[in-house]
C-alpha cells in the first residue's frame, strides 16, 4: 500500500523476511551471478527499509512516486550580499600570513 502511514512492527517483518530469502550469507557457495544479484537485492532492501522507516524520507518518495519534485535548495536562494561577505572571509583565510 502505498501510505504514508505505517505499522512499523509489520514493515519490519517484511524486511526480514526480505534479507532472509536474499542475503549475501545464504549465497556463499552459489555462483558469482547469484553472489552479485543477492548482494545487489540485499542493498535495495536495506535502502527500501531506511527510506520507509523514517518518516521525512518515506514522505518525500511518496510524493516522488506521485510525480511532485519538492523544492530543493541552491547558493542562488540565498541572500547575494551574504555570499559575497562569505566568499571575502575564505580569500582572506586562503592568504598568507606575513608577519
Known sequence: DRSFRID???????????????????????PLKEQYYSEQHSSLINKAYQTLLNPLSRGLYLLELNGVEPAQETDSDADSAFLMEIMEINEKLAEPKNE
Do not use: I, W
Not at 512499523?8 to 552459489?30: C, I
Open 8 to 30: 512499523a512492527q509489520r514493515l519490519q517483518r517484511r524486511f526480514r523476511s526480505l534479507q532472509r530469502a536474499v542475503h549475501p550469507d545464504r549465497f556463499g557457495q552459489r
